[in-house]
């Protein structure tokens, strides 16, 4: 009796080692792939320029209800001018910066901002509310 | 059943057939940035990596397995005072079911009678965002709500206390006897159109529509339950309690019977199969309170209890899941290219990818069948019951990871809509002027949650499977065996969430219908005076 309790104990100990031995490889495991496969940042302190905040200029032109380029990326951070021309008048809403400016046939409409919120944000038409394309702001 | 297909046809006939692909989607835009490469291919070798962890916990041991009752820990709430008095307190559930009712009519009302700009009406952010998305996160993360707050629940009930009071009869129900074969099918039909109606549907942000589709929903619901029995209708037609119910087996929350004999009187049978009733709401509501437990529990476990699955549940399951990833897929460059290729209307993806989802996971259980050896002993579709629930977490966790931030964001508005539901220029609570805070999260954060929760709801897939094999077949080995193709299929379905996660997001560029810009003009600005 007193030996069958002992060895169930015994059991039930090594199952718990086992099991956090396993536990603990997964998560080396885990920790360890995701150091291997992050992208080399770059060591602290010593920021390289292309690491800093940048002024970018994009020419953007509106044809048939598309953006070309249909999709401008920048970095978080950037400080962003948008040269926007279009060949029918359209008032074009820039999601999440909540911008609206009209855009002319003929003339160009700047639209400058800090790309100071992460993500991937739409630009529509804002009469038809349908998506002309899109900003992208990576994080740093 | 006759009246329902009749109902169900109507529903159909009265929506525009005419659904062009558009972009126009039910959700509104998220701000999410696809997953970069690396942290794909991570959350793919995570995936496999955490595989092996559910397999070492119960691969080994000195696990019984067999036919013994599934035990989880389990903590009853009704038995802290304080907290039983706020929990079963009348005042309380009156004043939720007030709220919900009034919700439900500000949503008919706004549709039928606000502006028919999805951005300045209250209908579309809280049909698709408040509640679809967000109340289904509660259900799943916190408890079922939805059996004491469904609207057309509560509104049948107080239709048939005044008709009792009146001495009109007794109550509306005709009982009719629901074909036991039929099981929830009538649910699966309904979600199919649910999520057609959110996915491809131009109209699914136009107030009205959403409005209409409420109403014709209401009759459908409220003819299911007049004609088979409120309680019996709610467990295989209303497709909002059958999909509530089934995240509710996630949640860490469960209602408890403790009275055999009342459980094996129920109209389920619910208490027959395991011996206990766990979230069987037609139990709770009858039982005395003494023998009712509101338990707290581990998230999960209840995905893992023994219980029959009615005909069409495991359909049910595949279509849940197969459900949120067409919504990812349909954004993605595959989908553009094949389209292109193809011209193939977005509604014939919708109608082919749940049966091919469900032709993999039989495959897959087929597989497992026979690396178990259980063949001669095991029929493939108790298999496939015992298996179907333990993918509930992978398509919980994908939903979570696509529209936590939209619910962030987009749920705002609903807090300058609850100031002017009708988008009329109110002013009810002076927040009408609220603006969106889209920078709740950053970018980095929703890719590593992303992942994480990803990878979470894989395991606890991988762990709840295994479970349902060590219960079916009894024997370590043969269990373990039979969850190598299992495991195969789980991988397959992570790194599919991972990778729709990682494609760009593209726009899709034709124009929407001329319905949706300019509604008619006699709905646009009814004559109301303005307020405030």
């Not at chain 1, 603990?24 to 496969?37: K, N, Y």
């Not at chain 1, 700047?110 to 038809?128: M, W």
Request: charged content about 15%; some cysteine.
């Amino acid at each position: 009796m007193f030996e069958q309790s002992r060895l169930a104990e015994g059991a039930g100990k090594s199952l718990v080692n086992r099991t956090l031995m396993m536990v603990a490889l997964v998560m080396i495991g885990l920790v360890g792939l995701f150091f291997a496969l992050r992208p080399g940042t770059t060591t602290s302190g010593t920021a390289t320029p292309a690491d800093e905040p940048q002024e970018r200029a994009y020419d953007v032109a509106i044809e048939n209800g598309a953006m070309s380029p249909v999709e401008v990326s920048v970095e978080e951070g950037d400080q962003v001018t948008l040269r926007l021309t279009s060949g029918s008048p359209l008032e074009v809403h820039l999601h999440g910066y909540d911008l609206e400016e009209e855009v002319l046939p003929g003339e160009e409409t700047v639209l400058s901002f800090e790309a100071e919120i992460s993500g991937r944000f739409e630009i529509e038409d804002h009469e038809t509310e349908t998506a002309l394309g899109a900003l992208l702001v990576q994080p740093r | 059943m006759r009246r329902a297909f009749v109902l169900t046809l109507a529903v159909l006939l009265l929506l525009p057939l005419t659904a062009s692909p558009t972009f126009a989607h039910g959700l509104g835009v998220s701000y999410d940035l696809p997953l970069p490469l690396w942290l794909y291919l991570y959350g793919a070798g995570a995936t496999v990596l955490v595989s092996f962890a559910p397999i070492s916990l119960l691969g080994g041991g000195r696990r019984a397995g067999g036919e013994a009752a599934y035990r989880y820990p389990r903590f009853d709430l009704l038995r802290i005072g304080p907290l039983r008095v706020v929990l079963t307190s009348k005042a309380l559930l009156l004043g939720l079911r007030l709220l919900s009712v009034g919700l439900f009519s500000l949503v008919l009302l706004s549709g039928f009678f606000g502006r028919q700009v999805p951005a300045s009406n209250f209908a579309p952010t809280f049909v698709w965002v408040v509640w679809w998305v967000g109340f289904g996160f509660f259900v799943a993360f916190v408890g079922n709500l939805w059996p004491l707050v469904n609207p057309w629940k509560v509104l049948f009930e107080w239709t048939e206390a005044l008709v009792r009071r009146l001495r009109l009869g007794d109550g509306l129900e005709l009982r009719e006897t629901y074909p036991a074969a039929l099981g929830v099918w009538p649910a699966v039909a309904l979600y199919a159109v649910f999520v057609w109606v959110e996915n491809v549907f131009w109209g699914s942000p136009t107030p009205l529509y959403i409005a209409v589709l409420a109403l014709n929903y209401s009759v459908l619901t409220w003819g299911g339950m007049t004609v088979y029995g409120k309680e019996v209708w709610l467990r295989r037609g209303e497709v909002f309690s059958v999909f509530f119910g089934l995240l509710a087996r996630f949640a860490p929350t469960e209602a408890r019977v403790e009275d055999r004999r009342l459980c094996r009187a129920c109209s389920d049978g619910c208490g027959a199969a395991q011996g206990d009733c766990v979230n069987c709401y037609e139990c709770f509501d009858k039982a005395a309170p003494e023998d009712r437990e509101l338990n707290l529990r581990p998230w999960a476990v209840g995905l893992a209890r023994a219980e029959p699955v009615p005909p069409g549940g495991v359909f049910f399951v595949i279509l849940v899941l197969a459900g949120v990833a067409f919504d990812g897929l349909m954004e993605t460059p595959l989908w553009s290219e094949l389209r292109r290729a193809t011209s193939m209307p977005p509604t014939l993806g919708l109608v082919l990818l749940p049966p091919l989802f469900f032709a993999a996971y039989l495959s897959f259980v087929k597989l497992s069948q026979l690396f178990g050896g259980g063949k001669g002993r095991l029929r493939l579709a108790s298999l496939a019951d015992v298996y179907v629930y333990s993918l509930v977490p992978i398509a919980i966790a994908y939903q979570v990871a696509h529209y936590y931030t939209l619910l962030l964001v987009q749920g705002q508005e609903v807090v300058h809509h609850l100031s002017d539901p009708f988008g009329w220029g109110w002013d009810l609570f002076g927040t009408a002027r609220y603006e969106v805070n889209p920078g709740l999260v950053g970018a980095a954060f929703v890719w590593y949650s992303q992942v994480a929760l990803i990878v979470v709801g894989h395991v606890l897939a991988v762990y709840l499977a295994h479970l349902g094999a060590l219960r079916l077949f009894g024997d370590r080995r043969k269990a373990l065996r039979s969850q190598l193709p299992m495991l195969a299929l789980m991988v397959l379905y992570t790194i599919s969430s991972l990778w729709i996660l990682s494609q760009p997001i593209i726009v899709e560029e034709e124009a929407v219908p001329t319905e949706n810009a300019q509604p008619d003009p006699t709905l646009r600005e009814p004559p109301m005076p303005d307020v405030g």
